[in-house]
């Protein structure tokens, strides 16, 4: 057991079952359970006004459930005890315009037994140069980065990331999504809430999907490829030749021919009796984001 966890008992990071929440006339989550196993990252995910920071906010304490029961390494979320264990990103940030990132990170880390060094945080998220400016004129992204390493300062052993990177730029993503794995790699739990699908897929073990507030779809990344069960077939064919048979729906891009098919082993067999001059065939699981997509179009059709 690593230093994060070894004070949280042997409860998962997170247990929530069956949480029902309105907000006015809307009902926000229904019936929402899900759990994150310590040393697992979990992506919650779903359209605009899905449910996702409601959530969030009922798992960090933020707001209460209306129904159900919510467990923080065994104890109740928003107590005391499940607090000192959790480091969060919002997804707003607001910080006193006269305080320097140093003052803020000193100042937080100050609450904390174990905190990780100013120093390290600096340079994992690149705060180096913005470390002792004044916040008032920072752009959002250089504000994101602050509120980022602020997640991790208290060294805890469960981050909650609301769409942590929102507003970063290219470098600023790849230094998140790095740091997140290796946080989770070395025993850190992380709940992560994105509309970026390689985001989720870099970063996360499993994936909650919700819907207007309840569960659509779960599972590990790898199941839900399974479930989904197509692959993208490529392959070159020579100049002016055009794919017959199944293959007749491929489409030339990116220099190559590809089709997407449920069937790939027997598409691959069909292509290479018809057209013996295929060369450089590949075969590869569709990524996330087209994977969610034809379920939703499966769904549809249904
Ligand atoms: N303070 C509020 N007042 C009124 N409605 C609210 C409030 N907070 C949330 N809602 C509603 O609850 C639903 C869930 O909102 P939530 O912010 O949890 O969605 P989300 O999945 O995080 O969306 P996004 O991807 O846009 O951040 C939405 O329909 C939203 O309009």
């Not at 933020?62 to 979320?77: E, H, N, Q, S």
Request: glycine fraction near 10%; aromatic fraction near 4%; include cysteine.
């Amino acid at each position: 057991m690593d230093a994060r966890t070894s004070q949280c008992g042997s409860a998962p990071a997170i247990s929530a079952r069956a949480i029902g929440k309105r907000i006015g006339r809307i009902e926000a989550l229904s019936d929402l359970s899900l759990d994150l196993h310590r040393g697992e990252a979990l992506g919650l995910v779903g359209t605009n006004g899905a449910g996702k920071t409601t959530a969030l906010e009922i798992l960090q304490g933020l707001r209460r459930a209306d129904t159900g029961k919510a467990d923080i390494f065994g104890v109740p979320a928003g107590s005391i005890a499940a607090r000192r264990h959790i480091g969060v990103t919002p997804q707003n940030t607001d910080f006193p315009e006269q305080m320097s990132p140093r003052e803020v990170l000193t100042f937080a880390a100050a609450h904390f037994d174990r905190p990780q060094k100013v120093s390290d945080l600096v340079a994992t998220f690149g705060l180096g140069r913005l470390i002792d400016r004044r916040m008032g004129g920072f752009s959002g992204g250089e504000t994101r980065r602050l509120a980022l390493a602020l997640a991790f300062v208290g060294n805890p052993a469960l981050v909650f990331a609301d769409e942590p990177t929102a507003g970063l730029d290219t470098d600023g993503q790849e230094m998140f999504k790095a740091h997140a794995r290796a946080y989770v790699e070395a025993g850190g739990s992380l709940l992560l809430t994105s509309h970026h699908w390689d985001e989720i897929e870099q970063v996360c073990d499993r994936i909650v999907m919700i819907d207007r507030g309840r569960v659509v779809l779960e599972g590990t990344l790898d199941d839900i490829r399974r479930r989904a069960g197509h692959c993208r077939i490529s392959f070159d064919l020579p100049e002016g030749a055009t794919p017959s048979g199944r293959a007749a729906d491929a489409r030339y891009g990116d220099g190559r021919w590809q089709i997407v098919s449920a069937d790939s082993d027997g598409l691959v067999r069909e292509l290479i009796a018809t057209e013996p001059r295929v060369a450089n065939l590949h075969v590869i699981p569709l990524d996330l984001k087209d994977t969610i997509a034809r379920l939703n179009q499966e769904e549809t059709e249904r």
